[in-house]
């Protein structure tokens, strides 16, 4: 399976998870492990200075294996996205930022002005950006022509788990996208990361699919197995639909009646 | 002194003057967490920065999200 490629940085996993609203942190640390995932999402919130004994899952991690993806989710403007930013950057662990401008409480669906303003921002100071876009053909390219680093149009509404509902649009994107083109949000099932892949998505980022399974150590493998199946699955070539059967066994030499 | 320490207002110790001596008070030396001063991000080789009164600070960290 070919490597993914963001920025200057190569991965052999294309899972991208999100590590929100786990049931433990010992569930999480499991899910992340059989993951395989090599970027992990994070939110820059306030800390609860009054309670510091608070466990916090980033400092369990091995940061040497993992590359941080924080977000900027929370941020309603270009200018609130581009403090978070510059906040998460300052830890000095990171320099990728998930461009996450909400622009609809009901439906998470991105703010496209404020997006396409908070990348072109970003991308003067130096990040590595990664956008959250709807699935619309023609923001994907103005983001693509800003110059960021991967484009990541939703499957579906954040958490909803209605998987892809629109995959032309999708394969428009991917068709005409010259950047990574990373699914991110909605996925629900494995067959929903083995369908983007299978449009030629470069990765699928994914979080509640995985923190809100019955089981999230089963479906964090379940979902690397679907992303490796799909992936290898684009790259081989699959065969063309047709409406009616072609026979697989020979049509010559068959036995006398 | 009184600052306001993510939104609350705080009284800091005589001996508490920087932001490195702040993080020490409390116990957050170790710790993951970006400081801003007055709104003002304070990188990390900059701990020096003196804490003055009334300013208001925030201490921020990575939680899980998607």
Redesign the interface.
Known sequence: MSMLKIGDKTFQSRLLL?????PSFEI?KEAVRVSDAEIL???????N??E?SQP????MLDLSKYT?L??T?GATTAEEAVRTA???K????CDMIKVEIIGCDRTLLPDPVETLRASEKLLAEGFTVLTYTSDDVVLARRLEELGVHAVMPGASP??SGRGILNPLNLKFIIEQSSVPVIID?GIGSPKDAVYAMELGADAV????AVSGAKDPIKMAEAMKLAIEAGRLGFEAGRIEERDYAVASSPLEGLLPS | MSITLNGKAYKLPEDVSTVQQLLEHLELSKRIVIVEVNKEIVQKDQYDHPIRERDQVEMIHFVGGG
Request: no cysteine; charged share 15%.
């Open positions: 999100g590590t929100g609203k786990y999480q999402t994070f939110a820059v919130r306030r800390m200075v009054f510091p916090n899952f980033l400092e941080l924080p977000n989710a510059k906040l998460a300052a830890s000095g662990l954040i958490g949000a980022l994914l979080n509640t």
